[in-house]
């Protein structure tokens, strides 16, 4: 099993941005961000593998960043432009197949994820 842990949560204004940092308790083939906003399903934020692939949600709409190391096993995700709507808890997962992208059952480590709040 893999240990994850999130940092880099906290509020902002609209247009601010943040910086969220995972992780990983040791070398997975794939790492992505989701999030769940209040009242709604989790979602697909970004993915990176350790061939360098990464995916993007269609909202993410070039406001944020992904990128890992695997040296590391780190994973981190620059959130520019923020919006209201982006408010969410930010989670980790970590996969041990190389193309898991956005799909969440591809996922079998989950951490307990981040604040994100972004007021108006």
């Known amino acids: 099993q893999v240990r994850l842990v999130e940092s880099g949560g906290g509020s902002v204004q609209a247009g601010g941005s943040l910086r969220l940092s995972c992780k990983a308790s040791v070398y997975t083939q794939s790492l992505a961000w989701f999030r769940q906003r209040p009242g709604e399903e989790r979602e697909g934020v970004a993915s990176?593998?350790?061939?360098?692939?990464?995916r993007y949600a269609d909202f993410v709409a070039g406001r944020f960043t992904v990128s890992g190391d695997s040296d590391s096993h780190t994973l981190t995700l620059q959130l520019n432009n923020l919006k209201p709507e982006d408010t969410a808890v930010y989670i980790c997962?970590?996969?041990?197949?190389?193309?898991?992208?956005?799909?969440?059952?591809?996922?079998?480590?989950w951490g307990q994820g981040t604040q994100v709040t972004v007021s108006p």
């Open positions: 990176w593998n350790t061939w360098g692939d990464t």
């Open positions: 997962a970590a996969a041990h197949v190389r193309y898991a992208v956005l799909y969440a059952p591809n996922y079998d480590d």
